[in-house]
Antibody, heavy 119, light 111 residues
Framework: QVQLQESGPGLVKPSETLSLTCSVS????????WSWIRQPPGKGLEWIGF???????DCNPSLKSRVTISIDTSKSQFSLRLSSVTAADTAVYYC?????????????WGQGTLVTVSS | QSALTQPASVSGSPGQSITISCTGS?????????VSWYQQHPGKAPKLMIY???NRPSGVSNRFSGSKSGNTASLTISGLQAEDEADYYC???????????FGGGTKLTVL
């Protein structure tokens, strides 16, 4: 059974950088695309971006200038960095596995981690 | 504003069937059979219920079914049960720059 677990600070100051890591267990990280998705409190889901084990990435243009997604296959982890955060970046951040290809369904999700942007 | 349009809420009584629509464009829902549906209970991560328009992952009840006509995809839940009360989101591959788009979500209330 594939399991994903997000980790990182739950509180980030405005203008600083949000950093999260997703640890993958129970399956190979080298066989799928992996994504970050967020959900502001009380709102819907927003796709942030994905990474393939090769290092190939793509992300939402609305966040592109601030987002970096990386992968460490030796540790079975992938990471998200979001710079220059504001209160609008307050959300539950999920990591997820793409079932097939780069966009054909997210079949395994982490439990989510709430990141609050506040001074 | 979400790229895919869903009704904000739907409701039904136990045992009934309901359908949730998800309307996009030829750049996403209408152009590709890569629509997925997710169920999300409060405080929980979303769960994949349907992928590639009409396929159910292993373990998902056959009371859940998906379809598509033109630019609109639909999720139908038959034999409604209390445990089906949740938020439901559609998503699709898109050829616009966002690559993946979600609907705004639909709150299902089981009366």
């Amino acid at each position: 059974q594939v399991q994903l677990q997000e980790s990182g600070p739950g509180l980030v100051k405005p203008s600083e950088t949000l950093s999260l890591t997703c640890s993958v267990s129970g399956g190979s990280i080298s066989s799928h695309y992996w994504s970050w998705i967020r959900q502001p409190p009380g709102k819907g889901l927003e796709w942030i971006g994905f990474i393939y084990y090769s290092g190939s990435t793509d992300c939402n243009p609305s966040l592109k200038s601030r987002v970096t997604i990386s992968i460490d296959t030796s540790k079975s982890q992938f990471s998200l960095r979001l710079s220059s955060v504001t209160a609008a970046d307050t959300a539950v951040y999920y990591c997820a596995r793409v079932r097939y290809g780069s966009a054909r369904g997210f079949d395994y999700w982490g439990q989510g981690t709430l990141v609050t942007v506040s001074s | 504003q979400s790229a895919l349009t869903q009704p904000a809420s739907v409701s039904g009584s136990p045992g009934q069937s309901i359908t949730i629509s998800c309307t996009g464009s030829s750049s996403d829902v209408g152009g590709y059979n890569y629509v997925s549906w997710y169920q999300q209970h409060p405080g929980k991560a979303p769960k994949l219920m349907i992928y590639d328009v009409s396929n159910r992952p292993s373990g998902v009840s056959n009371r859940f079914s998906g379809s598509k006509s033109g630019n609109t995809a639909s999720l139908t839940i038959s034999g409604l049960q209390a445990e089906d009360e949740a938020d439901y989101y559609c998503s699709s591959y898109t050829t616009t720059s966002t690559h993946v788009v979600f609907g705004g979500g639909t709150k299902l209330t089981v009366l």
